[in-house]
Nanobody, 123 residues
Framework: VQLQESGGGSVQAGESLRLSCTAT????????MGWYRRAPGGECELVSI???????YYEDSVTGGFAISPDSDEHTVYLQMSSLKPEDTARYYC??????????????????WGQGTQVTVSS
């Protein structure tokens, strides 16, 4: 299983970014996909999930501003982030759970493994 995040950058508050996570080595359509983040000095935090049944979940602070969407042909899941705030500054990671509930499989810091992609929002 390999996941490659990209799309991070430095933006001003109120601007937008789209993160991408490209997956290889497993059946994309049979997997829950999630985005997580870790702010400097903080813990790994679940941001959003796109479950294999098509349902989605958003952490309260990003509801209404972030949108998760898949591209099955490209084996990619996107996180469109709009109206970014300085408190969204973090390194963002994606994770996957094949045939299982991602909230059961990916716990604690496991959501923030790998390279990730840095998002910096200045005021």
């Amino acid at each position: 299983v390999q996941l490659q995040e990209s799309g991070g950058g430095s933006v001003q508050a109120g601007e937008s970014l789209r993160l991408s996570c490209t997956a290889t080595g497993f059946t994309f359509d049979d997997s829950d996909m999630g985005w997580y983040r870790r702010a400097p000095g903080g813990e790994c935090e679940l941001v959003s999930i796109r479950r294999r049944n098509g349902s989605t979940y958003y952490e309260d602070s990003v509801t209404g501003g972030f949108a998760i969407s898949p591209d099955s042909d490209e084996h990619t899941v996107y996180l469109q982030m709009s109206s970014l705030k300085p408190e969204d500054t973090a390194r963002y990671y994606c994770a996957a759970a094949h045939g299982a509930d991602i909230r059961v499989v990916i716990t604690g810091s496991r959501g923030c493994w790998g390279q990730g992609t840095q998002v910096t929002v200045s005021s």
